[in-house]
T-cell receptor, first 118, second 108 residues
Framework: GAVVSQHPSRVICKSGTSVKIECRSL??????MFWYRQFPKKSLMLMAT?????????EQGVEKDKFLINHASLTLSTLTVTSAHPEDSSFYIC??????????????FGPGTRLLVL | SQQGEEDPQALSIQEGENATMNCSYK?????LQWYRQNSGRGLVHLIL?????REKHSGRLRVTLDTSKKSSSLLITASRAADTASYFC????????FGKGTMLLVSP
């Protein structure tokens, strides 16, 4: 149980285009989903926290208009990288907390999406 | 701001040996979690230890937490080549904040 999927697993796009990444909780309802970014051999940096039906909360330094987050249902959150540039190339990982978890402590991570902007 | 800091940055051992990784943090926490990440893959949750707990075991994993020193350690006993991965500690207060990780290489 508690499986999180991401699609696509990797994407290559041209500079200036927009890329949408989906994060789905497959067998549980997610009250909260998180988006992280990871550079090679570096740690995960939290970009934003999204709750179903409300606006995402972005971390300091993360551009809201650049990284659009939509959490339309209890099982789906999307991250859209708008007008992507080479410096946006990174590994994007989502995670989700289960609505059924009384302690709301554990985050279940997706497998990540590798974005390469040419 | 970066919360957890792992030590060492890289660790290379032989199969069968024990591997110990340390994590230090700066502010108060609700819990501390350890994750594993294989190269280019997602994170796998290993173990969670709450702020009022001092030690926890899960299979070959042993985690300790010293809130007075703001530090935690992860011990992997009888390591296997398949344990080769990066290991991250993450502290939770309102959000989860990850350390820089320890790259563990277990040679056959």
């Amino acid at each position: 149980g508690a499986v999180v999927s991401q699609h696509p697993s990797r994407v290559i796009c041209k500079s200036g285009t927009s890329v949408k990444i989906e994060c789905r909780s497959l067998d549980f309802q997610a009250t909260t989903m998180f988006w992280y970014r990871q550079f090679p051999k570096k740690s995960l940096m939290l970009m934003a926290t999204s709750n179903e039906g409300s606006k995402a909360t972005y971390e300091q330094g993360v551009e809201k208009d650049k990284f659009l987050i939509n959490h339309a249902s209890l099982t789906l959150s999307t991250l859209t990288v708008t007008s992507a540039h080479p410096e946006d190339s990174s590994f994007y990982i989502c995670s989700a907390k289960s609505a059924a978890d009384p302690y709301q402590e554990t985050q279940y991570f997706g497998p990540g999406t590798r974005l390469l902007v040419l | 701001s970066q919360q957890g800091e792992e030590d060492p940055q890289a660790l290379s051992i032989q199969e069968g040996e024990n591997a110990t990784m340390n994590c230090s943090y700066k502010t108060s926490i609700n819990n501390l979690q350890w994750y594993r990440q294989n190269s280019g893959r997602g994170l796998v949750h290993l173990i969670l230890i709450r702020s009022n707990e001092r030690e926890k075991h899960s299979g070959r994993l042993r985690v300790t937490l010293d809130t007075s020193k703001k530090s935690s350690s992860l011990l992997i006993t009888a390591s296997r080549a398949a344990d080769t991965a990066s290991y991250f500690c993450a502290t939770e207060h309102s959000t989860l904040t990850f350390g820089k990780g320890t790259m563990l290489l277990v040679s056959p």
